[in-house]
């Protein structure tokens, strides 16, 4: 973005001169959009479920509610302040790695045990069965563990949000070359084909039938995206519409120097 000024000279003998001034307003376009960014997110995205809960609260106070009543309400807005704060904590996060303040902490980590950990953590969540399938070795990568953990979470979260009626979802490890991958594969809604180009785009849903009862933020896979860019890795899908998807991470494979039988750190260039 440049700013352009074009003015006559005054000065006596120099009326048919001109000075051109070129100003880089790249950075202070940079900082107004991210302002412009935010108040339409504070004005759109928090003041919903903000409405909801002050709506209900009211009634819940103000007038006389039948015992079963109260419950529904109070279990609307239970909801609703949770989906608060997960939008306050993934914008958040976002906003730190857009702003390159995000800390990367990469040690060696064997990605098998990291995906189990995560997988165990969502076994039997709305009935679904997570079926991982592991190397007979340990496949290192130099990576960030919570981070990686977050983009996992994200992924195997939407695999079984998406899958209202498809309980399996199947999580394996994979080496090929010098390239690890997680491919992670649900049998669910899946994603149609108009979708599929802005499904990393902050707060994009699918406005399809089939899921506006499920809740989100639309920030889940941009926030896998930014991460896996920072660390060096990629993310990918495939998907087909009413049959499910799979999301794949890839992190350089990466091999711990091993002496007299310890495992060595080495520094990351
Ligand atoms: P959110 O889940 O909060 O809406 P995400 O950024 O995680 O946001 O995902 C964006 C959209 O991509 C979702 O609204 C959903 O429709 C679609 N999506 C993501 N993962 C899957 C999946 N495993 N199966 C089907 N659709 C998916």
Redesign the pocket.
């Known amino acids: 973005y440049y700013e352009l000024y074009m003015n006559t000279l005054q000065e006596k003998g120099h009326e048919n001169r001109y000075l051109i001034v070129f100003r880089d307003r790249t950075e202070e376009e940079k900082a107004d959009q991210a302002k412009n960014e935010f108040v339409s997110i504070v004005s759109h995205e928090l003041r919903t479920p903000l409405a909801s809960i002050l709506g209900f609260m009211e009634i819940l106070l103000n007038r006389d509610v039948k015992p079963e009543k109260q419950k529904k309400y109070m279990e609307t807005i239970y909801k609703e302040s949770h989906r608060l704060s997960n939008l306050i904590n993934?914008f958040l996060d976002l906003q730190r790695m857009e702003s390159g303040r995000q800390v990367y902490m990469k040690v060696p980590l064997d990605l098998g045990s990291l995906t189990a950990d995560v997988c165990a953590q969502w076994q039997g969540k709305e009935g679904h069965r997570l079926l991982l399938k592991l190397p007979d070795r340990p496949y290192y990568v130099l990576s960030d563990a919570d981070r990686l953990t977050q983009v996992l979470h994200?992924?195997i979260?939407?695999?079984i949000?998406?899958?209202p009626h498809s309980p399996d979802i199947d999580v394996s490890i994979r080496l090929e070359g010098d390239q690890c991958y997680v491919d992670?594969t649900?049998y669910?809604?899946?994603?149609p084909e108009e979708?599929k180009a802005n499904?990393?785009t902050k707060f994009?849903?699918?406005d399809?039938t089939d899921?506006r009862q499920?809740?989100?933020?639309?920030?889940?896979?941009?926030?896998?995206k930014e991460i896996m860019e920072d660390l060096g890795g990629g993310v990918t899908?495939v998907?087909r519409f009413g049959e499910?998807?799979t999301?794949t991470v890839s992190l350089d494979s990466y091999q711990p120097q091993s002496v007299s039988g310890r495992i060595v750190v080495v520094e990351d260039d």
């Open positions: 993934d994200n992924i979260s939407n695999a949000k998406y899958s992670i649900d669910g809604l899946g994603i979708a499904l990393f994009y849903r699918v399809n899921r499920i809740g989100g933020t639309g920030l889940g896979l941009a926030i896998v899908f998907s499910g998807s999301f």
